[in-house]
C-alpha cells in the first residue's frame, strides 16, 4: 500500500505546508512511463492538459489540491467521455457529472479519465481500443471490471481516490482484484446524473481508495445531510455470514477470508452463518434481466440529455469487443428479453429487498460479510473463459439489486494475489457502514 499517497496522508501534509498543490500534481504527472505500462487512463490529448490546476480560491477547503480519477462514462466538463467505445470518441462533456460537480466544489482537482470495459459490459476491463488495464499487484491477472483503470490507478499509488460505477461490483470487483477498497453507497445516494448508464435501478457511482479510511472521510464529505450520530443497537457487533456466499470457494479466498473473520470474532465480534437461500432465489432473477432490458432505454435517453442522440446507432455499429457486440446487438431486437420478463424481475427486486430488511431484523445483525469474489484473481490467459463472469459477480450482484451499501477490504497477506472480503449494511446505513468497516480495517492490519 502507498501509505504516503492515502487520502488522509495527503490532506494532513497539505494542511500543514509539507506539500503544495502544486507539487502533487507535478510528481503525479511524472509517473507517465507507469500510466503508459498500466492503461489506466484514456487519453486523447497530452495527459497535462487533463490534469487540473487547483484553484486558490478554494485553498482550505477539505480536499483542496487532493487529485481524483474518474472512470470515462463520467463526464467532465471540457474532457471527452468515451464510455471506453469508439464510437463515442469524440464526445465531448459541456458539464461536469454531480459527483464531480460536489468533489470539485471540495477542492479536489480531475487528474484524468481511466479506462474502462467497453460500455461497462464486463469484469475484466480488456479494451480492444485502448488496450488491457494492467493489474498492478499482479501483472500476468486481470484488473477487474469494469472500473478496472480506477483500481489500477488507485493501487498504483498515481491518485488517491478514484471515482467508479457499480452496477453488479463494477467498482468492487476490480478494488478487490487490486488489492484496495471499493465502496458502493445505498442505492440512490448520490445521484448518477452525467454519468452514462447500463441501468438505472443497478448503478451507482462509487468510490476506489487505499483504506476504509479514506472511503469514510469522503463519504462524509461527499454526504454531509447524512451525519446524524451512530445509533447502536447493542454493545456487540453481529455479522452474518450468507451461507451461500461461503460456498465453491478457491482455497486461498476461503483461507485469507476465513482468517479475517477468526480474527473479528477474537476482537469481539459475533459473526453467525445465515440461512439465506430465500434471498439468494430471489437475486438470480434480477442479475442479468434488469440491467440488459433497461440498457436500451437508459443508455440512449442519456445520449439525448447530453446532445449525442445522433451518436447512438454508431456506438452501436462500432462497438469492438465480441463479447459486449454480440450482447448488444443480440438484444437490440428486443426478443431476448420481454416487458413482461422485465416487469417480473423489478418485482423480484422489490421482494427480494423486502426479504433484506427482514433477514437484517430477525437476525439482528449490522452486517453481512463475504469473500467479495469466489474465485482467486483471474489471469489474463483465462479471460475467455465460459462462465468467467457468472462466477466473478456471483456475491457482489446481491447489494446492487438489494440497493445497500457495501464496501470491499483486501485481506490477503502481502505479496500474495489479492483477496476481498465485503461488508454489506441495511439500505441507508452507509455512514454505519463506514464506521464499521474502518474499525475492522484496523483489527485486520494491527
Not at 480519477?69 to 471527452?80: E, F, M
Not at 489500477?152 to 499509488?157: I, L
Request: charged share 20%; aromatic share 6%; proline share 6%.
Amino acid at each position: 500500500m502507498h501509505s504516503e499517497n492515502t487520502l488522509q496522508s495527503l490532506r494532513d501534509r497539505i494542511r500543514t505546508g509539507a506539500l503544495s498543490a502544486a507539487e502533487i500534481r507535478e510528481r503525479m504527472l511524472g509517473a507517465d512511463v507507469l500510466v503508459s505500462k498500466l492503461n489506466c487512463f484514456i487519453s486523447t490529448c497530452d495527459a497535462e492538459a487533463h490534469f487540473a490546476r487547483a484553484s486558490d480560491v478554494l485553498k482550505g477547503a477539505p480536499l483542496y489540491g487532493i487529485p481524483f480519477s474518474l472512470k470515462d462514462n463520467i463526464c467532465v466538463k471540457g474532457l471527452p467521455v468515451t464510455a471506453g467505445t469508439p464510437g463515442m470518441e469524440d464526445c465531448i462533456a459541456k458539464r461536469d457529472a454531480s459527483i464531480v460537480r460536489k468533489l470539485k466544489s471540495l477542492g479536489a482537482v480531475v487528474a484524468g479519465k481511466n479506462n474502462m470495459h467497453e460500455l461497462s459490459f464486463g469484469i475484466t476491463s480488456i479494451n480492444p481500443q485502448w488496450g488491457t488495464v494492467v493489474n498492478p499487484a499482479a501483472p500476468e491477472h486481470l484488473a477487474g471490471g469494469s472500473s478496472g483503470g480506477c483500481a489500477a490507478a488507485v493501487a498504483a499509488g498515481i491518485v488517491p481516490i478514484a471515482i467508479g460505477t457499480d452496477t453488479g461490483g463494477s467498482v468492487r470487483i476490480p478494488a478487490a482484484f487490486c488489492g484496495i477498497t471499493g465502496f458502493r453507497p445505498t442505492s440512490g445516494r448520490w445521484s448518477s446524473a452525467g454519468i452514462i448508464p447500463v441501468s438505472r435501478t443497478k448503478d451507482s457511482p462509487g468510490l476506489l481508495t487505499q483504506t476504509a479510511n479514506d472511503a469514510r472521510l469522503l463519504y462524509e464529505l461527499l454526504s454531509p445531510e447524512d451525519q446524524l450520530p451512530i445509533k447502536q443497537k447493542s454493545t456487540r457487533r453481529r455479522i452474518g455470514l450468507p451461507a451461500s456466499m461461503w460456498t465453491e470457494l478457491d482455497d486461498d479466498v476461503r483461507t485469507y477470508c476465513w482468517h479475517a473473520v477468526r480474527r473479528l470474532t477474537h476482537a469481539g465480534f459475533q459473526c453467525i452463518e445465515l440461512d439465506d437461500s430465500a434471498v439468494a432465489a430471489l437475486n438470480k432473477a434480477g442479475t442479468f434481466t434488469v440491467p440488459i432490458y433497461e440498457f436500451f432505454t437508459d443508455f440512449p435517453r442519456t445520449l439525448l440529455s447530453l446532445g449525442w442522440a445522433n451518436r447512438i446507432n454508431t456506438v452501436f455499429d462500432n462497438i469492438l469487443d465480441p463479447n459486449v457486440r454480440d450482447i448488444i446487438h443480440t438484444n437490440l431486437g428486443g426478443k431476448f428479453i420481454s416487458a413482461g420478463d422485465y416487469s417480473l424481475a423489478i418485482q423480484n427486486i422489490a421482494a427480494l429487498r423486502m426479504q433484506m430488511d427482514t433477514l437484517f431484523n430477525t437476525w439482528d445483525i449490522d452486517l453481512l460479510a463475504y469473500p467479495t469474489v469466489p474465485r482467486c484473481v483471474p489471469r489474463l490467459i483465462d479471460a475467455g473463459r465460459p462462465g468467467l463472469f457468472a462466477d466473478v459477480i456471483r456475491n457482489t450482484d446481491l447489494a446492487s439489486n438489494a440497493a445497500m451499501p457495501s464496501i470491499t477490504l483486501p485481506v490477503a497477506p502481502d505479496k500474495e494475489l489479492p483477496v476481498g472480503l465485503s461488508l454489506d449494511a441495511a439500505r441507508g446505513q452507509d455512514r454505519r457502514l463506514l464506521a464499521v468497516a474502518t474499525c475492522i480495517e484496523e483489527i485486520l492490519t494491527s
